[in-house]
């Protein structure tokens, strides 16, 4: 069965400091892989996704990640971060032939500090 | 504006009653699903529909009920209202091809459900 798991709970990071919020997967078919992040108050929004092809893949807000085949990971990176960055974040894995179904993590709060 | 809206947007009420939450997109996307977000902010899918079917029922409770009137609704029913049921509920969705990666569900801005 395919699960996420995000590594931290909690990542304080100060302003214009880089981050990088973990997160594992396991699979035993192709995976699509996904990065949400959810601001106080408000719903998911994407932030990037793995479909296929190049294995570092940018997203919106100067984030991106990186696919990880041989380690089953899919890291979401930033080298300089904002106040505004201040969210929950989502690793997230698609499953089935129609990928309808995603499968979240657990959610990582990344507070800046300033 | 092109979105996922929900209503209510706050719900507070007693334990053992019906209520309703209901969910429009008008993207033109053929799956919408219902998520519960906890307190401690895990995030779990509870139904989808596609083109009004259901093709994910997750282990929910009975008293769960989905109602899909066209491709653009999803509302969701709950009877008996328990504690337990506190959180807030997503309505999501998206296109999806068939036999073919699932796209970016877009998600509304939730309803808190407070069961006193």
């Known amino acids: 069965a395919q699960s996420v798991t995000q590594l931290d709970s909690q990542v304080p990071v100060f302003e214009e400091a880089p981050v990088e919020l973990r997160c594992n997967y396991s699979s035993s078919v192709s995976v699509y892989l996904f990065w949400y992040v959810q601001y106080p108050n408000q719903g998911l929004q994407l932030l990037l996704k793995y479909l296929s092809g190049s294995t570092l893949v940018k997203g919106i807000n100067g984030f991106e990640a990186e696919f990880n085949k041989s380690q089953t990971s899919f890291h979401l990176r930033k080298p300089s971060v904002h106040i505004s960055d201040t969210a929950e974040y989502f690793c997230?894995?698609?499953?089935?032939?129609?990928?309808?179904?995603?499968?979240f993590g657990s959610g990582t709060r990344l507070s800046i500090r300033p | 504006d092109t979105a996922v809206s929900q209503t209510p947007k706050y719900l507070v009420t007693q334990m053992g009653n019906d209520k309703s939450i209901k969910c429009e997109q008008n993207?033109?996307?053929?799956?919408m699903y219902w998520y519960k977000q906890d307190s401690k902010k895990f995030l779990k899918i509870m139904f989808s529909?596609?083109?009004?079917?259901?093709?994910i029922n997750e282990t929910v409770p009975n008293r769960f009920s989905p109602k899909s009137p066209d491709k653009a609704h999803l509302n969701l029913h709950i009877n008996s209202l328990e504690l337990g049921d506190s959180a807030v509920y997503f309505c999501?969705?998206?296109?999806?091809?068939?036999?073919?990666?699932?796209?970016?569900?877009?998600f509304g801005p939730g309803t808190r459900l407070t069961v006193l």
């Open positions: 997230a894995v698609s499953v089935g032939s129609s990928a309808s179904k995603i499968i």
């Open positions: 999501a969705s998206s296109h999806t091809t068939s036999g073919g990666p699932g796209g970016e569900q877009f």
């Open positions: 529909y596609n083109n009004k079917e259901l093709i």
């Open positions: 993207l033109g996307h053929d799956t």
